[in-house]
């Protein structure tokens, strides 16, 4: 097996992962967010702007993974968004905390996980989109 078939297998393992959190995403906090049942008590104290964000994330997340599948170098563009825009929502929450809003233990343990799942995202599509580098031939 090449490099070249290794990388192209493991991409799309990646995308289809990637394509599943997505569908999950918004399946979860859709439930939470539009529907006043199940879901929403069982959400507790939700942080509405995180809910939003990783709902409205779950779309993003799809078309990233459709990048990936296609192996599309603007795929490790939006891989990276994605990732700074988990961190920088995060650390919004960070300040919510500090400010003393309620919140659930299971929203620090989804962002933490969530900022970490798509910084390792960034970094394999970098590594497994971006054309290998040429040697440089010997004058």
């Known amino acids: 097996m090449t490099v070249h078939s290794q990388r192209h297998i493991w991409m799309r393992v990646i995308s ?3 394509i599943g959190f997505g569908l999950l995403t918004i399946k979860e906090g859709g439930a939470v967010l539009f529907f006043d049942g199940v879901s929403r008590a069982a959400a507790g104290n939700y942080v509405p702007f995180v809910l939003w964000f990783n709902f409205l994330a779950g779309f993003f997340y799809i078309i990233a993974g459709v990048g990936l599948w296609l192996r599309r170098r603007w795929s490790m563009m939006l ?5 700074a825009a988990t961190a ?5 929450f960070g300040v919510f905390l500090y400010f003393g809003g309620t919140w659930e233990l299971r929203t620090l343990i989804a962002m ?3 900022t970490l799942v798509w910084a390792g995202i960034a970094l394999a599509a970098w590594r497994l989109l971006a054309p290998p580098v040429s040697e440089v031939p010997a004058q």
């Not at 920088?88 to 919004?92: D, I, K, N, P, V």
Request: net charge positive; hydrophobic share 60%.
């Open 88 to 92: 920088l929502t995060f650390a919004a």
């Open 79 to 83: 891989s990276t968004a994605i990732a």
């Open 16 to 18: 289809l992962i990637v």
């Open 112 to 114: 933490s996980t969530r």
